[in-house]
């Protein structure tokens, strides 16, 4: 059993208790001092002499950083620690036509670096989102990004009409969900199939960006970034979880009980770069969003040094809601020491040899 006074607990949904490791996250960086009695610091406030705010498929963020689809709900439980205005923007939860329960738990097992879940989509539904919560994110100056997940394209498009009237910043279309039986990783995993829900997509969300999430679980990720570009995506993101599996030697279940789940957290981080590099190499011109184990400023940099405009947090928030917070501000760090004025400067300037 793990020593719960060391860690971190994070009420999420109600079927879940998610327990990540003090250190799960890897890095000196992302085990902030403690004060007695408190379980995460604030950070300080600091301020750089560089430009923060980046573009990504035409929306301004007025930072590189975004927090990670469904690793941050709607922003409620996480406003309580911040202004979500200090983020560039916020990934919601994944939505879907109709409201979700998501998969039977246990749902989330931690792993030496990072976690396995399979929530499996639970929300609320998109007219519930835009009722409820859109109103609630716009009292706050970020972007806005709607994560979508469909069975069929027409789902997808149905969607993007509805989130494009309500007026979202950009929409995420999530074709790499592993958590879920109907469409899900299907679409993700074939080009042609990406393409047909990317061109769906594009047609229904009016002027509103269309940024398409890409599954790492895959041979050549190219080959879909190529198929989705094609069929019109303003942006891509990568990457969502790799699939995996944990299982108990005593009662030889599987931990999760779908059997397998996504794999997030500092384990992915280089398939994450490697991946993004990968992309950006193919299709140059191609905005990316780039994610996959982003715990501190130096992480996120490698994200954008191989090619991204911008990047999202995700696990890393479950051990430190500040974590956001942390990667903007090292991030910018970086930057100012290697004498840049903007951020953006450091996308796609690796030296391969
Ligand atoms: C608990 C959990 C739920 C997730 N839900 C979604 C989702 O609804 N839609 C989506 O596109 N990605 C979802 N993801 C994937 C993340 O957005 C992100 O792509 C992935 O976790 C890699 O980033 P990270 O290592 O920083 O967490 C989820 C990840 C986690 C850990």
Same mark, same amino acid.
């Given at each position: 059993m793990p020593d719960r006074k060391k860690f971190v607990y994070l009420p999420k949904a109600k079927n879940d208790f998610v327990v990540i490791g003090r250190g799960a996250a890897g890095s000196p960086e992302q085990e902030p001092p403690r004060a007695p009695g408190s379980r995460v610091v604030r950070p300080k406030k600091r301020s750089f002499a560089v430009d923060q705010s980046v573009t990504l498929a035409g929306v301004r963020l007025k930072n590189p950083v975004v927090v990670a689809s469904g690793t941050f709900g709607f922003g409620r439980e996480y406003g309580e620690f911040y202004d979500l205005s200090e983020l560039g923007g916020i990934c919601c939860k994944g939505l879907t036509l109709h409201r979700r329960e998501g998969n039977p738990p246990p749902r989330i097992a931690e792993t030496p670096m990072g976690i396995l879940n399979? /929530? #499996? $989509?639970?929300?609320? #539904?998109v007219d519930a989102f835009i009722a409820h919560e859109l109103p609630e994110l716009r009292r706050h100056d970020l972007a806005v990004i709607a994560n979508i997940s469909g069975n069929t394209p027409e789902e997808y498009g149905i969607m993007c009409e509805k989130l494009s009237d309500a007026g979202v910043d950009l929409i995420e279309v999530n074709i790499s969900c592993p958590n879920v039986k109907a469409g899900g990783l299907a679409y993700g995993t074939r080009p042609e199939l990406a393409a047909e829900v990317t061109s769906v997509a594009k047609a229904h969300a009016g002027k509103t960006p269309v940024m398409v999430k890409l599954s790492p679980n895959v041979t050549d990720i190219t080959e879909i970034a190529r198929a989705v570009a094609g069929a019109g995506a303003d942006a891509l993101s990568l990457i969502n979880t790799l699939r995996g599996m944990r299982i108990d030697v005593n009662t030889r279940r599987p931990i999760l009980k779908m059997n397998t789940g996504g794999l997030s957290g500092p384990a992915v981080l280089p398939v994450a770069v490697r991946m993004v590099w990968e992309v950006h190499n193919a299709l140059p011109g191609m905005p990316i969003l780039g994610m996959g184990g982003v715990a501190k400023g130096e992480d996120a940099a490698q994200l954008m040094l191989a090619g991204a405009s911008a990047v999202a947090v995700g696990t890393a928030c479950f051990a430190d809601p500040y974590a956001p917070i942390r990667v903007r501000d090292g991030l910018a760090e970086i930057a100012q020491r290697q004498g840049?004025?903007? /951020?953006? =400067? $450091?996308? #796609? =300037?690796v030296k391969p040899w």
């Open positions: 399979s /929530v #499996g $989509l639970q929300n609320p #539904g840049l004025d903007k /951020v953006s =400067a $450091l996308t #796609g =300037a």
